[in-house]
């Protein structure tokens, strides 16, 4: 019976589950207890949805897409599984009647540690747009145990530790144990009288672990795949077993390990080809169970790769396709080509891996001898077809200088290159990609990101979603309708609604951090906020620069002082473990808080605060009671950003760089209605090129700007030695390769425009009309639709005969 058909219906069941699991009743349920049943009685509920939509596509197959992502950041389940089912609100009104509250019981919920950013929080959104949309897409994935990590800060410090999310049941995942897969490692490829064999040293079983991904009240429900590594039925002779298990479960135990080591490089590695191989081979397993051939997997199948960690997914197709299907290369690499398709999420070199030959070769042999073989035809393509030379075909070879270069194998293998935003996508064809565009210019394309809004609008801001259901009734299904709201965006009602709600999500963000981390900020100051990982190009430590020049202004500067409107800066952010500079960078932003909040003189104005262990569910409280929304990375470095789409839909202005979707922004709403400052693309990439930036002379021509980087180790911070952050000055002065002293006097001149700005209301809110009217552009249900007609042809998917 289900238990959801009315709320009468929905209060029994849920009585009769808690009696029967809890021996307790819903007055004296714990909200722990209150959880548990209620994700059980959602899961079930769901299930029997997911079975229909696995019947009909058994039934009618159709072309489906697998997007296949080292993170999958989804945030609390139950929030999207309410929603998405319609039944949020009849839950909330039989909560109330048992005197409790849904949102509190929601909070029982760890996030799921399955990323760590944007990339993850982006695929996400995906898998919600596709299913919300009525397409088969699916996600395949690793089911981290400990996630990514737990932040703690102690003294300042950011402290790692284990993010067991999975320590309570995990409601919604169902262990497919008898779709298990032994993936191979290690061992030696004989070629014996044409025939190859592998024989592997080791094999590491692959549990799947299927999670519903139910689309917006249309019946549609997809799959996120996580896999799960676990001791195969045979240990390797002379290795001490409980070791060995406890080995190969490392494979799935933390997002992205330290790969400071070689070691660590290895891990990594066999996690990529782990999810990989699994992920290729059960798909190709259930197609022949469906087709009975291969030879029209194209036709339903693309395989979408998400930044360069999946590349694996190229020659383990290959191999597949070859050695357990007895295909020929040339049909092989034929169908490989066509179901492959690769989303490029970033410029850094750093970013694009490189695999040693000498450690990928002994790792995945027969990956390797596959990649060898992709490679020897391609440059023999380059060769004798397009007439390059030897060093061209060098620089443009997936195997060079004893590297795999895992970039080149997924352009190569793939039908389809996108970046993520325009100016991404330019910089690609016209940069770092310039010579793979001459080759294959019909491969490139532009897919500018999106995140859900019935997520980061809807569910985190329902006073705003109230707000835009008066105006413009049918936003949520279409959000391109959004640009109705223009018609309202003098309206000073409208403009006294909007600050009403800001000021109630700030009262609430403001009542948590305090209860959290003692830190009172002011409601009525400016939230200016930056959420996003640590790293170097994202440059927190600008942001941070900045608020010391404020700061000593506020101390000397009487009418800057009188002038200023109080100012609360806002950080979250995690940096990886390894990232040694990034944890200085917290340590600074946390005494630089330390101090500022301390002092009497000036904290009516000027308060830091670094949230603890941001994540998902942190973010959904943050962006809502945001003004100012920091997108401030060194132009050319952000490939789109997501956070700044969010932070546009709640009404936030945008403080940034033309960099990344920050570009599309600023072309949607005009110049009043964001601030951009600091150099574009084509200025850091001519710096670059003509090596002709000095840090020093910015540093010895501004006095403001030279205080502050010499406070860093003047004994400004009190506890703290001087030699802390000597390694920050040594950096600034001396390479400053992310420009971040020669766009602070910008930076600096942009922020007093915005506190100016602020004076006056009305016009603030005004262009947070025109932000969130312009915001629909950026919904992941615009980007999916792109990719469906540019990229994956997907049908829409019915459960109608």
């Not at 693309?302 to 694996?312: C, E, K």
């Amino acid at each position: 019976m289900n238990a959801f058909k009315d709320k009468e219906t929905f209060k029994s069941h849920f009585a009769d589950r808690l009696l029967k699991r809890y021996v307790t009743t819903p007055e004296e349920a714990s909200e722990r207890q209150a959880y548990q049943v209620l994700a059980e009685l959602l899961s079930e509920a769901l299930n029997v949805q997911w079975r229909k939509n696995v019947e009909k596509a058994e039934k009618a197959p159709q072309k489906e897409v697998y997007y296949f992502s080292m993170e999958f950041l989804t945030g609390r389940l139950i929030t999207t599984n309410l929603a998405n089912m319609g039944l949020r609100e009849l839950v909330r009104d039989a909560f109330r009647d048992f005197d409790l509250d849904l949102t509190r019981i929601e909070r029982e919920e760890v996030d799921p540690g399955l990323g760590n950013g944007g990339l993850g929080r982006l695929a996400a959104c995906f898998l919600d747009s596709i299913a919300s949309l009525s397409y088969k897409g699916h996600g395949n994935g690793i089911r981290y145990r400990f996630g990514f990590f737990e932040q703690a800060i102690e003294e300042g410090y950011q402290v790692e530790k284990p993010e067991d999310w999975l320590k309570d049941h995990f409601a919604y995942e169902i262990r497919r144990d008898e779709e298990a897969l032994d993936i191979p490692f290690g061992g030696a490829v004989h070629h014996e009288e044409g025939d190859i064999h592998y024989e592997p040293q080791e094999t590491i079983r692959a549990v799947p672990y299927d999670i519903p991904v139910p689309g917006e009240k249309n019946g549609v429900v997809n799959t996120l795949r996580l896999w799960n590594a676990e001791p195969s039925d045979t240990v390797p002779q002379g290795v001490d077993p409980m070791a060995y298990s406890e080995e190969i479960r490392n494979i799935s135990a933390f997002l992205y390990p330290d790969d400071t080591t070689t070691e660590g490089k290895i891990l990594r590695l066999k996690q990529q080809y782990f999810f990989t191989a699994a992920g290729v081979r059960s798909i190709v397993q259930r197609h022949v169970k469906r087709h009975g051939t291969l030879a029209n997997l194209p036709d339903h199948v693309v395989i979408q790769i998400n930044d360069t960690h999946p590349s694996l997914v190229i020659p383990e197709l290959v191999r597949t396709l070859v050695d357990d299907h007895a295909l020929s290369w040339d049909k092989a690499w034929a169908i490989t080509t066509k179901v492959s398709a690769y989303t490029n999420h970033t410029i850094l070199a750093e970013a694009l891996e490189r695999w040693p030959v000498a450690l990928l070769s002994p790792t995945l042999p027969r990956i390797h001898q596959i990649i060898e073989e992709i490679n020897r035809r391609y440059c023999k393509y380059l060769l004798d077809e397009k007439g390059y030379d030897n060093e061209t075909v060098r620089r443009l070879a997936i195997i060079a200088d004893g590297e795999v270069r895992m970039a080149h194998l997924a352009i190569v293998g793939s039908f389809s290159v996108n970046g993520v935003a325009k100016l991404h996508t330019e910089i690609l064809k016209k940069h770092e990609m310039k010579e793979f565009y001459a080759l294959y210019p019909d491969k490139f394309n532009a897919k500018t990101n999106g995140v859900t809004h019935r997520r980061f609008l809807k569910h985190i801001n329902p006073r705003l979603s109230a707000l835009l259901d008066k105006h413009v009734p049918t936003w949520d299904k279409e959000p391109m309708k959004l640009q109705d709201l223009l018609a309202h965006k003098d309206e000073k009602t409208v403009h006294e609604e909007l600050a009403a709600i800001k000021r109630e999500n700030k009262v609430r963000l403001s009542e948590r951090i305090k209860r959290e981390q003692g830190i009172a900020l002011d409601p009525d100051s400016i939230f200016d906020v930056q959420i996003k990982r640590l790293h170097e190009y994202k440059r927190q430590l600008m942001n941070a620069l900045h608020i010391l020049m404020v700061y000593n202004r506020l101390k000397t500067d009487v009418a800057f002082k009188k002038a200023y409107v109080p100012h609360s800066f806002i950080f979250g952010a995690k940096a990886a473990g390894a990232y040694h500079y990034a944890k200085k960078i917290i340590k600074l932003l946390n005494s630089i808080a330390r101090v500022v909040n301390a002092d009497k003189d000036t904290n009516d104005l000027l308060q830091v605060v670094f949230v603890e262990n941001y994540n998902v569910t942190y973010a959904e409280d943050i962006i809502p009671a945001a003004d100012i929304s920091e997108q401030i990375s060194t132009a050319s470095k952000e490939a789109s950003g997501t956070g700044n789409m969010k932070f546009m839909m709640n009404g936030a202005l945008t403080l940034g760089t033309l960099d990344g979707a920050n570009v599309e922004i600023a072309e949607l709403v005009g110049d009043e209605h964001i601030e951009i400052f600091g150099m574009d693309a084509d200025e850091v990439t001519r710096h670059y090129e003509k090596n002709d930036y000095d840090p020093m002379s910015v540093y010895e021509n501004d006095k403001e700007i030279k205080n502050a980087v010499d406070m860093l180790t003047s004994g400004f911070f009190p506890g703290v030695d001087r030699s802390e952050f000597q390694e920050i000055r040594d950096k600034l002065l001396g390479e400053d390769r992310y420009f971040v002293l020669k766009d602070l006097r910008s930076y600096a001149a942009a922020h007093q425009t915005m506190n100016e700005r602020y004076k006056d209301i009305n016009a603030w809110q005004r262009s947070a009309v025109v932000n969130i009217a312009k915001s629909g552009y950026f919904s992941s249900d615009r980007t999916i639709e792109d990719y469906v007609r540019d990229i994956w042809k997907l049908r829409r998917f019915t459960l109608d005969d």
